[in-house]
T-cell receptor, first 112, second 113 residues
Framework: GESVGLHLPTLSVQEGDNSIINCAYS??????FIWYKQESGKGPQFIID?????DKRQGQRVTVLLNKTVKHLSLQIAATQPGDSAVYFC???????????FGGGTRVLVKP | KAGVTQTPRYLIKTRGQQVTLSCSPI?????VSWYQQTPGQGLQFLFE???????NKGNFPGRFSGRQFSNSRSEMNVSTLELGDSALYLC????????????FGPGTRLLVL
């Protein structure tokens, strides 16, 4: 992932609708991917992860999809709630290390 | 289990000074990583410590350094502060690394005047 700088892309979604957040990752050798949620004034909070030997993983109200062919990751949030309003980051890492490379982030705004 | 804690939470320094930030990982976690977050560059990896040794390093100048103690607590130091060092400094920990989730602390907000 690459930083997109000051202007985060914003996804505006109606409460109760599903959200899809996309991420293009940078290194074809990356084999572990994580989605984080960051609320204002807080550190990133783990949402869900996926390893490169999988293409889909589900959690509670969240699903991560991995397409290694096009180096694309997505996070789906079902029945989006006001508490889901935050900035979402994808992160990638190689098997051998603990260095996370973050995408630029997407701001999600949930409208009541 | 208590989460990752960072002190101080906020800090104001002037150019040329140095600063030390502290991180206490989750109990039992032996790997501690540091990240810098700015509006312009996003989240960038600084370095990782495991068993008191730097295991990985990002692309930051030598003014940025760190260390880890035998109890896994870590400190990072920035010497000769520049205006561009103003950022949120985040610490993350996990058990031992390698495809394990990293858990983040709340960060230390550093403002350099």
């Amino acid at each position: 992932g690459e930083s997109v700088g000051l202007h985060l892309p914003t996804l505006s979604v109606q409460e109760g609708d599903n959200s899809i957040i996309n991420c293009a990752y940078s290194n074809s050798a990356s084999d572990y991917f994580i989605w984080y949620k960051q609320e204002s004034g807080k550190g990133p909070q783990f949402i869900i992860d996926i390893r490169s030997n999988m293409d889909k993983r589900q959690g509670q109200r969240v699903t991560v999809l991995l397409n290694k062919t096009v180096k694309h990751l997505s996070l789906q949030i079902a029945a989006t709630q006001p508490g889901d309003s935050a900035v979402y980051f994808c992160a990638e890492t190689l098997a051998a290390g603990n260095k996370l490379t973050f995408g630029g982030g997407t701001r999600v705004l949930v409208k009541p | 289990k208590a989460g990752v804690t960072q002190t101080p939470r906020y800090l104001i320094k002037t150019r040329g000074q140095q600063v030390t930030l502290s991180c206490s990982p989750i109990s039992g976690h032996r790997s501690v990583s540091w990240y810098q977050q700015t509006p312009g560059q996003g989240l960038q990896f600084l370095f990782e410590y495991f068993s008191e040794t730097q295991r990985n390093k990002g692309n930051f100048p030598g003014r940025f350094s760190g260390r880890q103690f035998s109890n896994s607590r870590s400190e990072m130091n920035v010497s000769t502060l520049e205006l561009g060092d103003s950022a949120l400094y985040l610490c993350a920990s996990n058990l031992a690394g390698v495809q394990e989730t990293q858990y983040f602390g709340p960060g230390t907000r550093l403002l350099v005047l």
